[in-house]
């Protein structure tokens, strides 16, 4: 009895390791490896996080690199429509994950984000080529420690190493990782590497962005990124790569007197609602769209919008995964469903609500130093990143010329 136990203890143990273990790809011809690049993200880092506490491991890449005075979001400001924009240079319509969440009428089928998620480790969901891909298609090898949709098959390709998604890793083991990869030596050694942190968004959704909870998250990941730079130093490496650290949006208090109760104004047997917020997607049961558009007509604090009228601004059309009716509300406002509440910080809203911003920064050797830069769009880093790895872009949204800015040779 006491071996089984043992056996059984040993079996889960495997199966944890398992869960969280680093994947591998098999052998290829790889090129010798360019500078490499570092992209890392900090889910929910609003623009203006810098100025809450003292960030001495931020300062030393503001102070020796750059700094945009924002990263403009993409429509709807949400996690995977971003960090997909920004590793594929495209819109969220020409990429395809236009929410966290949403329906594929050809799929038959609902797309959703989460630790576990079978959909978010799918590839037939992506609709552009994300980084990771255009680098390994070119023979450098990429490597990755979480990013939205790394750890799916996409184009028949996955990076040299990834890890399928997990909330569990400590922030310092990631950056522990990263320092790993680059030891690798020859053609073995990643050319991209990335990795990303989501303390500090779960922590503004929970205690709102003005907590001190949130300050405290900023130390942590601020914590993190000084592992990493002395690990840089350690090596003699910190002039030999560029570092990337940017974030998806933002985020803004949602107080709980400020909700529209979508069910005051439409049945909601009559419809199939997607999504609740910052925003909500409506899909009337019959043909009627006309009749549902005409009820959430002039609600205070809301817009309303047909797909096909939605404001060119927000570059959020043709795709099918959009519904027929986009109800949005203001800054700080909440789209709800009897009975629900939303937490006290959210975002998801209109991108030029400057709370939804998030940041830019970077260091290396293609980056001008102590340079603070415009706000930029997160659509245009993907043509910024492979000109800092000399591969040549797949097809995408963005420009090079609007972050020639920010690098020393323009
Ligand atoms: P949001 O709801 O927009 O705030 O999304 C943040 C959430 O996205 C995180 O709390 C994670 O649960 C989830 N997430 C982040 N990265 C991944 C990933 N690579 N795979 C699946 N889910 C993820
Ligand atoms: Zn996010
Ligand atoms: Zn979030």
């Known amino acids: 009895m006491k071996n089984f136990k043992v056996l059984l203890t ?9 869960s969280e273990s680093m994947k591998s790809n098999s052998s290829t011809n790889y090129l010798e490896p360019s500078t490499p690049l570092i992209l890392i993200s900090i889910d929910g880092f609003r623009w203006d996080y810098f100025n809450k506490t003292d960030t001495p491991n931020f300062d030393r890449i503001i102070n020796n690199g750059i700094q945009a005075e924002g990263l403009k979001t993409v429509y709807p400001s949400k996690t995977f429509p971003n960090h997909i924009s920004i590793i594929t240079g495209n819109y969220p319509s020409n990429h395809g994950i236009i929410s966290n969440y949403f329906y594929d009428p050809s799929f038959d089928e609902y797309y959703y984000i989460g630790a576990g998620s079978v959909a978010a480790q799918d590839g037939k969901w992506i609709q552009a080529e994300p980084i990771w891909v255009t680098v390994e298609k070119q023979l450098k090898r990429a490597m990755i420690m979480f990013w939205p949709m790394s750890d799916a098959e996409i184009e028949g390709i996955r990076p040299s190493e990834y890890y399928v998604y997990s909330d569990s890793p400590t922030n310092i083991s990631r950056m ?5 990869w680059l030891d690798l030596e020859g053609t073995n050694r990643p050319t991209f590497l990335a990795s990303y942190f989501s303390i500090v968004d779960t922590i503004g959704h929970r205690y709102g962005p003005n907590s001190q909870e949130v300050v405290d998250s900023i130390k ?10 002395d690990g840089l130093d350690k090596r003699g490496l910190m002039n030999e790569v560029n570092l990337v650290i940017v974030s998806d949006h933002g985020m803004v208090d949602t107080p709980a007197d400020q909700i529209i109760n979508i069910a005051d104004y439409i049945n909601l047997d ?3 609602t997607i999504g609740g917020g910052p925003f909500m997607e409506i899909r009337p049961n019959g043909n009627d769209i006309e009749t549902i558009y005409q009820q959430l007509q002039n609600i205070e604090h809301t817009q309303v919008y047909k797909k096909d009228d939605f404001p060119a601004k927000f570059n959020y059309s043709n795709n099918d995964r959009i519904e027929p009716i986009i109800f949005i509300a203001n800054e700080g406002w909440s789209i709800q469903k ?5 937490s006290p910080g959210s ?13 830019f920064i970077a260091r290396g050797p293609a980056f001008k130093e102590n340079f603070k830069g415009p706000v930029i769009q997160n659509i245009h880093l993907y043509e910024m990143m492979c000109s800092l790895m000399n591969i040549n872009p797949a097809q995408n949204d963005g420009s090079l010329d609007e972050t020639k800015v920010f690098l020393k040779q323009n």
């Open 176 to 180: 522990e990782q990263l320092l790993k």
């Open 220 to 229: 942590d990941v601020d914590d993190a990124i000084g592992h990493l730079l």
């Open 10 to 18: 040993l079996f889960l143990l495997f199966i944890v390791s398992c």
């Open 270 to 272: 009559d419809v199939v």
């Open 347 to 359: 975002h998801g809203y209109d991108p030029d609500y400057k709370s939804m911003d998030g940041i």
């Open 338 to 342: 009897p009975g629900r509440n939303p």
